[in-house]
């Protein structure tokens, strides 16, 4: 994989989609911030379906606090992890009426203090809500980065960094969000839709996947 084919494959993940985000519904940071906490191991539309429910009621984190651990999980109890991640959020809530005045911190130090927030979670945060240009490196990101030959790593700390590196900065800002999109609709973990891929061309996949006869 060289510069220009790194060029070629951003240009046209843009051109496909120039505004891409997270499909994660969120109006705030701080409603971002749950969202994303709320979302490991737990699909963006599961945590939809409950946040709809709870930000209606309590999208602060005052209003989170004054909710309780036992409302608050009543509302996400469909959510894996629910009773772990309810914690945390009442926990991370409680630190940013503490010591944020109520917002979410816009650096990564303050943000990765919070109960349940990884480095993941806070390059999310940091990206989506603040405009920062980091790269969240989450399965999709991992496996779309090896497979195409992109940036490849045998960690996620590695990919991240190869990422930043290789990634032309004009697409920095969404390149994330291409990335993610691209592995959970196209370059799929066990069959890559290779036959219906923009960057089939670049990517340094061997295997290629041929059309299925009904597509």
Avoid at 30 to 47: K, N, Y
Avoid at 76 to 102: E, M, P
Avoid at 178 to 202: E, F, M, Q, S
Wanted: overall charge positive; proline content about 6%.
């Amino acid at each position: 994989m060289n510069n220009a084919k790194r060029y070629e494959i951003f240009s046209r993940l843009r051109e496909a989609n120039p505004h891409p985000t997270t499909e994660l519904e969120y109006t705030t940071p701080f409603e971002l911030l749950i969202a994303v906490l709320l979302s490991a191991q737990a699909t963006d539309v599961g945590v939809n379906k409950a946040t709809r429910r709870l930000y209606p009621v309590a999208n602060t984190p005052q209003a989170m606090l004054d909710l309780g651990l036992d409302e608050l999980m009543s509302y996400i109890q469909t959510i894996s992890l629910y009773k772990t991640k309810a914690k945390n959020v009442l926990a991370t809530c409680q630190i940013l009426v503490d010591q944020h005045g109520g917002e979410v911190p816009r650096d990564r130090e303050s943000l990765e203090a919070l109960p349940g927030v990884g480095r993941k979670t806070a390059n999310v945060v940091l990206n989506t809500a603040f405009g920062e240009p980091t790269m969240a490196v989450d399965t999709h990101i991992f496996r779309v980065s090896n497979r195409t030959g992109l940036a490849p790593g045998k960690n996620v700390d590695i990919v991240e960094q190869k990422l930043l590196k290789f990634v032309p900065k004009e697409f920095l800002q969404d390149a994330h969000h291409w990335l993610i999109l691209h592995g959970r609709y196209t370059c799929v973990a066990r069959t890559p839709k290779c036959w219906n891929c923009i960057i089939a061309d670049l990517c340094d996949f061997r295997q290629k996947t041929p059309a299925p006869a009904n597509a």
